[in-house]
């Protein structure tokens, strides 16, 4: 198994531009998950989902979009992309049954850093 | 405001000491943790977990210990060496529908031979 694969590694935008950002699972789970990580910080969630075509907010999805049109992949798109989204953006997933304490550990890609100029 | 930190933003261990790196959290409802390890350009690597109904939980080299009363969760790594080096996380289930995990800010910790 690949496991989380994302593209691109990197990328430089300008201010206004839009991209997508690619995540692709062969794992099967059915949660899939985006977060950002500033430096220095921890990740925060911008959003996941629990399964083909549900998707749900996390911490911070304002200036975000994502799409679950199959189990496997979980786009995150940037419409208007502002020098505040500069940070590494990394894709994970799991398998949950979606009970309270039944979480299993996140499987997460190795990444795409993203530059606003 | 975040649920989860760690107590020391670095720590510097020498090769073969054992480290212990601390992380407490808020949410007392919070039932399901995990450690992380992030190296340099990568994404973060699981370690151990471990449920609320457990105090400790031993991996290999490593070790979870949980105390709800005062809500405080370490990770110790026996034996450490340079490959240990790294930032570690510690993460807590979001929510009750057991989804999303709130990770802390994390520890450095490097280790010299």
């Known amino acids: 198994n690949a496991g989380v694969t994302q593209t691109p590694k990197f990328r430089i935008l300008k201010i206004g531009q839009s991209m997508t950002l690619q995540c692709t699972q062969d794992?099967?789970?059915?949660?899939m998950y985006w977060y950002r990580q500033d430096p220095g910080m921890g990740l925060k969630l911008i959003y996941y989902s629990v399964g083909a075509g549900i998707t749900d907010k996390g911490e911070v999805p304002n200036g975000y979009n994502v799409s679950r049109s199959t189990t496997e992949d979980f786009p995150l798109r940037l419409e208007l992309a502002a020098p505040s989204q500069t940070s590494v953006y990394f894709c994970?997933?799991?398998?949950?049954?979606?009970?309270?304490?039944?979480?299993?550990?996140?499987?997460f890609g190795p990444g795409t850093r993203l530059t606003v100029l | 405001g975040e649920s989860v930190g760690l107590h020391l933003p670095t720590l510097s261990v020498q090769e073969g000491d054992n480290s212990i790196i601390n992380c407490a959290y808020s949410?007392?409802?919070?039932?399901?943790f995990i450690w992380y390890k992030q190296e340099s350009g990568k994404g973060p690597q699981f370690i151990i977990d471990?449920?609320?109904?457990?105090d400790k939980r031993q991996g290999q080299r490593v070790t979870v210990l949980l105390n709800k009363t005062v809500k405080h969760l370490s990770l110790q790594i026996a034996a450490t060496q340079p490959g240990d080096s790294a930032v570690y996380f510690c993460a807590e289930e979001a929510n009750q529908a057991g989804t999303a995990l709130i990770f802390g800010k994390g520890t450095t910790l490097s280790v010299s031979s």
């Open positions: 471990i449920r609320s109904n457990m």
């Open positions: 794992m099967n789970h059915n949660y």
């Open positions: 994970a997933s799991s398998y949950q049954t979606g009970t309270s304490g039944s979480g299993n550990e996140q499987f």
């Open positions: 949410n007392s409802a919070s039932d399901y």
